[in-house]
């Protein structure tokens, strides 16, 4: 790849799509597991003086029942110092990922962007080892009593009751966190959002559309539309209408912002894309070229997410909005039209195939009219897929729908 080419990519520090259009269709029927008047309800809190966090409240509530009494959710609270705005604070409810726990940094992370947060484990765990600011010398994934089930692979345990899979109850865990925020005095019931990763991505995803009472939702890595893996037809077919984000997503109407990387090595980019263009609302997907599978990347690294959140709640600056790049069939060059202000752009390429992950980028560079980018050139011959990078005033990158030419 050329150096030009690399700095372009480089400065492309990560990539927003923005769909405000409803999908072209919503599926006929989907099955849904989850009460959601139930869940809406204020869940019991128990107090507990296991894995105390420093600044911060650390309790449990009470989740959906598991095998006949209720779970209980571990989970780190804070609101951020100080005296909340007139309303009460915003809020964020953290999900995390696969190998994951209630993380108290990322709490402190949400605090300190003006933000009160809960962080929950989702898994039926106590928090342990010294990962992201969970103190103490404890043993990780040690269970408890009261414990729910723990993930299985990818949807291994499909062929169990639905009360008795992990997913049905993650989901229910996270709108329970969200019920909780809403009884909390310094809240502001109409400023929560919602942000996952990896499988919290996945979670969450679904969950937009689920609880529609959530201002906005983002998912770092994991969306929809997963392989069905071990399932067997029968049972993918209940995971497609019943679990899968994919079946949830085009009832999500709050804005969503979707981060992830090219180079994302669980859940692909192409996939990613198109679990952002299912939503009913506006969806705004971030990619960046080189952002590492893991926590901490999916909240350090991206200040984008804090960006977007202030958008929706505190009133800060919205990104701009690409529409989908189109060929021109006159001069044979993508056009771009957009709404905002963009100070540069390239149209980035790829001639791969095989898995996203390990994909090539190239990039052409695009003139900048007053609502429309045009590439300079046409897309290449052989090219797989292709899409508009292009750099705000904030220097953050905002793009156009990813369009797939060839899987």
Sequence with gaps: MKPSVLIALAASLFATTT?????????????????????????????????????????????????????????????????????????????HGGGGTAFPAWVREWNKHGYAAIAMDLEGHLP?????????????????ENAGPKRNSWFGDIALPDKEQWFYHAVADVIRANSLLRSFPE??????????????????????GVDSRFAFVIPVYGGGYIHKHDMTPEQYAIYNAK????????YAKMPMLWVSSYTEPVFPVDLFGKSAMTTAGPSTLCIRPWLIHGHGFGWEEV?????????????GPAVPRFATPQVDAKDGLVHAKFVGEVKNATLAFTNGGGQWKD??????????GKDEVVSTKPVPAGATAYVINGADKRDGCVNSPVVVLKP
């Design 128 to 144: 342990g080892s010294h990962f992201f600011g969970v103190e103490g010398n404890f043993p990780l994934e040690q269970g408890h």
């Design 303 to 315: 200040w984008e997410i804090y960006a977007f959140a202030d958008s929706i709640v505190k009133g």
């Design 19 to 95: 769909f405000a259009q409803a999908p072209a269709s919503v599926p006929a029927k989907r099955v849904m597991p989850w009460d959601g008047m139930a869940l809406a309800k204020t869940p019991v809190i128990h107090a507990t003086t296991e894995r105390p966090a420093k600044g911060m409240r650390s309790f449990f509530y009470e989740g959906l029942e598991y095998k006949g009494k209720p779970t209980w959710v571990f989970a780190y609270y804070a609101a951020p110092d100080g005296k909340a705005p007139e309303g009460g604070w915003p809020a964020v409810v953290c999900a």
């Design 243 to 250: 679990w899968d984000p994919s079946a949830h997503l085009p």
């Design 359 to 368: 994909r090539k980028w190239a990039g052409i560079p695009c003139t900048v």
């Design 187 to 208: 809240i502001n019931p109409k400023k929560i959002g919602l942000t996952g990763i990896s499988w919290g991505g996945t979670t969450v995803s679904a969950v937009a």
